[in-house]
């Protein structure tokens, strides 16, 4: 759901400042990570794969290809109230985007065209969280 959405995107978030020196991402490309979600933000930077990158394996939820971590994504999805009512629909999409991309080498700008494909598939699944409902959550992280 967008509720349990919000709460993975805020915690999530939180690993953003970590990763920007070493992923380049400015502030003027993205300033916080809860504005993903903003009708207007276009996911197109190079940046933004390489810190997505980062920020995931924070958490541990890619594989040494940098492909999603099928177990540990459903475990760290799951660990969020009602956890289990998301991480089915999530790791399904996001593996649905990554077979799309599969023959991109650079796992920058692979992971960024996942991370666009996640999007867009998120909202037409009706788990995209609006921003005033991240930020609702935010301070619980
Ligand atoms: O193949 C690369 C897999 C990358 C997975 C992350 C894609 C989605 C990232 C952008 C949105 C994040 C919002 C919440 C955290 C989800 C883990």
């Known amino acids: 759901t967008a509720e349990v959405m919000s709460h993975v995107t805020a915690h999530f978030g939180k ?5 920007r020196d070493e992923s380049g991402l400015s502030p003027e490309i993205l300033e916080e990570f ?7 933000f276009e996911v197109v930077h190079r940046e933004l794969g390489c810190a997505i990158i980062c920020m995931s394996n924070k958490f541990s939820l890619l594989q040494d290809d940098s492909r999603m971590h099928h177990v540990n994504m459903h475990d760290y999805v799951k660990s969020f109230p009602n956890g289990h ?3 089915e629909t999530l790791v399904t999409l996001i593996h649905n985007c990554e077979k799309q991309y599969d023959s991109l080498t650079d796992d920058c700008d692979r992971v960024v065209k996942v991370a666009a494909c ?4 998120a909202k037409k699944e009706g788990i995209a969280p609006e921003v005033a409902m991240i930020e609702a959550v935010m301070e619980k992280y």
Do not use: G, N, P, T
């Open 118 to 121: 996640f999007k867009v598939d």
């Open 85 to 87: 009512m998301l991480s």
């Open 34 to 40: 809860q504005h993903f979600w903003r009708e207007d």
């Open 15 to 19: 690993a953003l400042e970590e990763c």
